[in-house]
């Protein structure tokens, strides 16, 4: 059974400060990552994915992995009353059976004006 | 580039009956995956489809089924349904099954209710 596990928060940061989220997986053979943002009544929206272990910055993302630890965060730096959302992470399994992403089930960011 | 396309959004059956869902992949996407979205379970897996065929599937009751067609295009059915089968229903597109790393793009949903 793959899992991923995320703080369900609310994870409350104040304007400009930096946010950081964390997952924690379950599966060895996991290779790819990905961070989704979800609005209320919206879908997830893909923002970040990561196959190598370090970081990977895109604007004021970064995704960081450690597969020897089975950890990955995402930060969000300069953090804006609109990145305030529930965020995913995802993580695919690669090989025979592969079955999806498995995704946590999100992060509820609120980031205070 | 259109997005992913679902239709209908909204849907509101009888217990008992049956739904079919459909999916429009980003076009040159080739992959098509449903997942079911609920406040207690999360996003769960439903099933995978590559190339018109079924690659992988979730822990779900035989009631839920899928296809792919010869465009990419899916639909998912739902049949003999059950007041616990109210959720959100997302498709996602990508190029590549799941399995090989690809990213895959969401659609917008199709909230079912079942009463």
Redesign the interface.
């Known amino acids: 059974q793959k899992e991923v596990e995320q703080n369900s928060g609310p994870l409350s940061v104040p304007e400009g400060a930096i946010a950081s989220l964390n997952c924690t997986y379950s599966d060895r053979g996991s ?2 990552f ?1 961070w ?1 943002r979800q609005y209320s009544g ?5 923002i970040m ?1 990561i ?1 190598s272990n370090g970081d990977k910055e895109d604007g004021r993302f970064t995704a960081q992995l450690n597969k020897a630890s089975q950890y990955v965060s995402l930060l969000i730096r300069d953090s804006q009353p609109s990145d305030s959302a529930t965020y ?1 992470c ?1 993580v ?4 025979g ?10 992060t509820h960011l609120i980031i205070q004006p | 580039k259109a997005g992913v396309t679902q239709t209908p959004r909204y849907l509101i059956k009888t217990r008992g009956q049956q739904v079919t869902l459909s999916c429009s992949p980003i076009s040159g996407h080739r992959s098509v995956s449903w997942y079911q979205q609920t406040p207690g379970q999360g996003l769960q897996f439903l099933f995978e489809y590559f190339s018109e065929t079924q690659r992988n599937k979730g822990n779900f009751p035989g009631r839920f089924s899928g296809r792919q067609f010869s465009n990419s295009r899916s639909e998912m059915n739902v049949s003999t349904l059950e007041l616990g089968d109210s959720a959100l229903y997302l498709c996602a597109s990508s190029l590549g099954p799941a399995g090989g790393g690809y990213e895959q793009y969401f659609g917008p949903g199709t909230r079912l209710t079942v009463t």
């Not at chain 1, 919206?42 to 893909?46: T, V």
């Not at chain 1, 695919?92 to 090989?95: L, P």
């Open positions: 290779q790819s990905f989704y919206k879908s997830p929206e893909l994915f196959y995913l995802a695919a399994y690669s090989g059976g592969a079955d999806g992403l498995t995704f946590g089930k999100g």
